[in-house]
């Protein structure tokens, strides 16, 4: 969809009585809503809430670091599944041990799953990624406390 069939489509919303519309056109979609005040008020009640949402990431790092965790991270760009199919137990849960080798979870890669096992051994202490999202190169999925 390009810019101008959307700032099209907005001023028709506008000056209509149509309170929502979406569109599906070339495998994207775009959802226009009449009346999002809430929102608007949610966002507009924080001085600048992108900074905010940024500087409580970081603190979430720095606690992360001081807790002496690592990290398991996704080598390649997918889809992220806990388990091996929907009806089936996630392959680890927090609190769970893992050690070296041992499959943790699945990411799937045009078409082809692909299992991804731990590289280090301890618990799992936390687990940053639900299944059926989409993760990047390096993102951390579990967080593992040394043993």
């Known amino acids: 969809m390009n810019l101008r069939f959307v700032k099209r489509l907005i001023k028709l919303i506008e000056e209509s009585d149509v309170e929502e519309v979406e569109i599906k056109r070339f495998g994207r979609s775009i959802r226009i809503r009449k009346g ?3 929102v608007n008020k949610a966002c507009s ?3 600048n809430p992108v900074k905010e949402l940024q500087e409580e990431g970081k603190r979430t ?3 992360i670091e001081k807790d002496d965790v690592l990290a398991i ?3 390649m760009v997918g889809i992220f ?3 091996p199919a929907p009806d089936a137990p996630p392959y680890v849960e ?3 041990s893992v050690v070296p080798g041992q499959i943790v979870c699945i990411v799937e890669a045009m078409k082809v799953m692909n299992e991804m096992e731990s590289d280090v051994k301890g618990t799992i202490v936390d687990i940053l990624v639900k299944s059926d999202d ?3 190169f390096n993102q951390k999925l579990f967080l593992v406390k040394p043993e």
Do not use: F, L
């Open 45 to 47: 009640s924080m001085k």
């Open 81 to 83: 599944y806990r388990a």
């Open 134 to 136: 989409p993760v990047e």
């Open 73 to 75: 991270k996704a080598p």
């Open 61 to 63: 790092e720095e606690e």
């Open 36 to 38: 999002t005040t809430k």
């Open 94 to 96: 927090i609190g769970d």
